[in-house]
């Protein structure tokens, strides 16, 4: 039987890839850092965990309404005003399996065949994906490592179709962490309202910034820019509970009803347990992040200094999210390799570190490295890859 066109133009998720790549190198008792991976390496606070326990104890393992427990949404709706000064009803909130899949459902009901999305590079794997299984092509505008890879408004104009539905901003950036200035969101935003594009914003890394920059909900600038916008984030990053898999969106009451029409064919409902879960992380007055946030500066600055310091490898500093992602394609050609790739594939196969190749993302002369491990491991890993590079060098020559 042949497959589906839609799932054969899939690219497999490189971060995925390479974990498996990894994966199969500790089973043959290889010493392997792996730096792929996407979600915070502390556990989901205790007081989450028995929210959940004392849901199961309750009973609460029944049906849920498709979009969500209204005490959840009227939870997230408390944090949108507090955190991002935004007002929305439960009406314009739905609960979803994870941030991936409220993006996944947006996509599924705003897109015909052959619509367009444009989407910086370099983003997040799944984003074209997504926008491909929805049948919508996705369109890709540089953002160029010399503007912290971020868009401009000149960029995002000339991008612009008849076809355009769509533009998705990601601030705090995975993989870059760079992110979007208020004044740098206002001016996307007016290109967005001027030609009818919606703006997705995809929040999920607010709580992770290290700097004194403040996230800013591309929303919060107007009314007019609020109703034009669908707001994506969830408890994944800022809680440590990915595994839960508890998203939202939020935005005009009409998406995000057809949002919930389609989850009740899809789901039926996210996971009832996990909703508890969620509904305690956001009515605590505790806020995980501190904590996090502290612990992942940390190691920001000890493995960016250390990267530093290693010969053909560029890298401009993150405000946000748990990723470096550095440039370098002066190391690969000085070791005599022609793509990034071949370098990341000879890093993993000699030093036994796994780090994702930036092809994956839409730069290809870069590679993304997770901090979201200890600071030891950290340090050896930076070790591991000076070395390579200098012996791979000194081959070379």
Not at 353 to 377: C, I, M, Q
Request: with cysteine; glycine share 6%.
């Amino acid at each position: 039987m042949e497959l589906a066109t839609r799932v054969q133009s899939l690219t497999p998720s490189s971060t995925l890839a390479i974990s498996a790549k990894a994966k199969v190198l500790k089973e043959q008792g290889k010493d392997v850092i792996g730096l792929g991976v996407g979600e915070p390496d502390f556990n989901t606070p205790a007081f989450i965990n028995e929210a959940a326990i004392h849901a199961i104890h309750d009973g609460k393992t029944k049906y849920t309404p498709a979009s969500g427990l209204v005490e959840l949404k009227k939870a997230i709706a408390h944090k949108l005003e507090k955190d991002n000064g935004l007002s929305y009803g439960t009406d314009q909130i739905i609960i979803t399996n994870g941030a991936k899949h409220a993006l996944y459902t947006l996509f599924q009901v705003i897109l015909n065949q052959e619509d367009e999305v444009i989407i910086p590079a370099p983003y997040w794997v799944s984003y074209p994906e997504q926008v491909k299984l929805a049948q919508g092509n996705p369109v890709f505008v540089q953002g160029l490592e010399e503007n912290d890879f971020k868009i401009t408004p000149e960029q995002l104009e000339k991008a612009i179709t008849n076809k355009t539905k769509a533009l998705i901003i990601n601030s705090p950036s995975n993989p870059t962490g760079m992110m979007y200035h208020q004044s740098e969101l206002k001016k996307l935003a007016e290109v967005c309202l001027k030609h009818d594009v919606l703006i997705i914003s995809d929040e999920i890394y607010e709580k992770l910034i290290y700097t004194a920059d403040e996230h800013i909900s591309v929303a919060s600038i107007s009314s007019e820019i609020k109703e034009n916008t669908v707001v994506i984030n969830g408890v994944s990053k800022s809680h440590a509970m990915t595994g839960w898999r508890i998203g939202y969106a939020a935005g005009p009451a009409k998406l995000i009803k057809a949002m919930s029409d389609h989850a009740s064919h899809a789901t039926s409902n996210p996971n009832s347990i996990a909703q508890y879960a969620a509904l305690a992380a956001y009515q605590s007055d505790e806020d995980p992040t501190v904590e996090m946030r502290k612990i992942f500066k940390d190691r920001l600055d000890t493995f960016f200094n250390l990267l530093a310091e290693i010969p053909g490898i560029h890298c401009k500093k993150p405000k946000g999210a748990f990723y470096l992602f550095p440039n370098v394609k002066e190391a690969a050609r000085a070791a005599g390799y022609v793509t990034v790739d071949e370098w990341a594939e000879a890093l993993l196969e000699e030093e036994n570190v796994a780090l994702v190749p930036g092809s994956g993302f839409g730069a290809p002369d870069n590679v993304r490295l997770s901090y979201a491990t200890s600071k030891e491991v950290l340090i050896d890993a930076a070790n591991r890859i000076k070395r390579f590079v200098n012996k791979q060098t000194a081959k070379a020559n």
